[in-house]
């Protein structure tokens, strides 16, 4: 597909000219609860399909990269309740995770969140199978959970927060890091795993355990980070997850914690994201964490990136990716790895051009595994977040051989909606 950037090279890198197209994916009423949360995966085995989703239960499939889009519902037998996970291998198995909520009762119900459901889809997020999970433990809660494959055999990784009683109180109620993985293309998973050194509490606060985005290195190894009391914390499998480090290593420190108050947004984190580098390219084998902190003030919110070269053995000093000298708020990051080319890709919202609280979104790149940035706005014109209006935990990116989709949400006039731009990076 043919971009829609001008690219030219410089002696400072790569910079992209012009303003690029905003799709908007889907829109509906923001109460009491509209769409958001937005997942969003480039289909390797065939990229000018991209699948998306958004909660509580919505697909959307794009057949010609992102352009035009095609929106259906998800459908379990274990119930769908948002925090939706797309991931891919490479084999056109396309993976859909969420919450449970077997009932259909919501928050009504004792056995919400009592598993984290995994579907799949083989013909491009047409169809999907009903129902693969891991972690059923009732009457214990699964939350927060996210995914990768492993394109050297095609397994699914899965790792989460196992809550002993969501929103608990009481000190003997803990939450820990659970890992489980899938040999059979998300029709049964191993016994989870706990990975976690320190366990949290279950307030889903700063002392809770949360945060844990998988990475498959190029030979398999299995990669995690989470946030708990004011540090990113890391741990790796070298074995296919049988076992795990005896002591997690601490990829940074986190000033402020994970939950971060920003002006306007109904509540926010800076929760990690782990990627690793499968390319052939130069920084093959590279670990990456991504996240958000207040570490120059609570009015300065800022995204950061350290790398490792050794699996995770050692950190590299964080390194700030927002490149603004301005003392504002930038937050909700996320980061994707392309897997052909090697090149980091992050997408967060930016207030760097205003006082107030409207906010645009940007996207920055790196080709030098995350040592500099350039960071480009990519939204068409700023919005104001309502802070009355759940405006979910995340956005996402995928990129795939140059081609980049960043996924974000939108509040205006009593509405939610989520968009992507179509990117190109070579």
């Known amino acids: 597909m043919k971009s829609l950037f001008l690219i030219a090279f410089s002696t400072i890198g790569l910079t992209i000219f012009g303003q690029p197209k905003n799709i908007k994916i889907y829109e509906n009423n923001a109460m009491p609860i509209g769409v958001c949360e937005p997942s969003i995966i480039i289909n390797p085995h065939n990229p000018a399909n991209v699948i998306a989703g958004g909660i509580l239960d919505f697909v959307f499939v794009s057949n010609d990269s992102g352009a035009t889009w095609n929106m259906n519902t998800l459908k379990s037998e274990s119930g769908v309740y948002g925090d939706p996970c797309l991931v891919a ?3 056109n198995h396309v993976y859909y995770l969420h919450l449970s909520d077997p009932e259909g009762k919501g928050w009504a119900s004792e056995k919400l969140l009592d598993r984290i459901v995994v579907q799949r889809s083989d013909d491009g997020g047409e169809n999907w199978s009903m129902d693969g999970y891991t972690g059923m433990n009732h009457p214990k809660d699964q939350d927060k959970q996210w995914a990768c494959t492993d394109f050297n055999d095609q397994n699914v990784i899965v790792t989460w927060t196992e809550f002993d009683k969501y929103n608990s109180t009481d000190t003997i109620d803990k939450s820990n890091i659970l890992f489980s993985r899938s ?15 320190f366990s949290g509490d279950c307030l889903d606060d700063d002392l809770t355990t949360e945060g844990a985005v998988p990475a498959v290195g190029p030979n398999g190894e299995y990669y995690v980070a989470w946030s708990y009391d004011d540090k990113i914390y890391f741990d790796r499998s070298l074995d296919k997850g049988k076992t795990w480090l005896d002591k997690d290593a601490v990829v940074s420190e986190q000033p402020g914690g994970w939950t971060m108050d920003i002006p ?3 509540r926010c984190n800076g929760m990690p994201i782990t990627v690793s580098d499968i390319s052939e390219g130069p920084f093959k084998g590279a670990v990456y964490v991504c996240w958000a902190d207040k570490r120059n003030g609570d009015d300065n919110s800022d995204i950061f990136v350290s790398s490792s070269m050794d699996r995770g053995t050692t950190w590299s000093l964080p390194v700030r990716i927002n490149d603004d000298s301005t003392n504002t708020q930038q937050f909700f990051p996320w980061m994707s790895i392309d897997p052909i080319t090697g090149h980091l890709s992050v997408v967060f919202y ?7 609280n409207n906010t645009d979104v940007y996207y920055a790149y790196s080709k030098d595994a995350g040592q ?10 700023p919005f104001t977040p309502n802070k009355y209006v759940f405006f979910g ?3 996402n990116i995928s990129a795939y051989d140059g081609n980049v989709r960043p996924i974000w949400t939108r509040y205006e006039k009593g509405k939610l909606s989520i968009w992507t731009a179509l990117i190109s990076i070579q």
């Open 183 to 197: 040999e059979d293309l998300g029709k049964t998973f191993s016994e989870p795993i706990r990975v976690n050194q």
């Open 264 to 266: 306007g947004i109904q």
């Open 393 to 395: 935990d995340y956005n």
């Open 89 to 91: 291998d490479n084999k």
């Open 372 to 381: 500099t940035w350039v960071n480009e706005k990519i939204s068409e014109s």
């Open 350 to 356: 930016d207030r760097r051009n205003h006082s107030d």
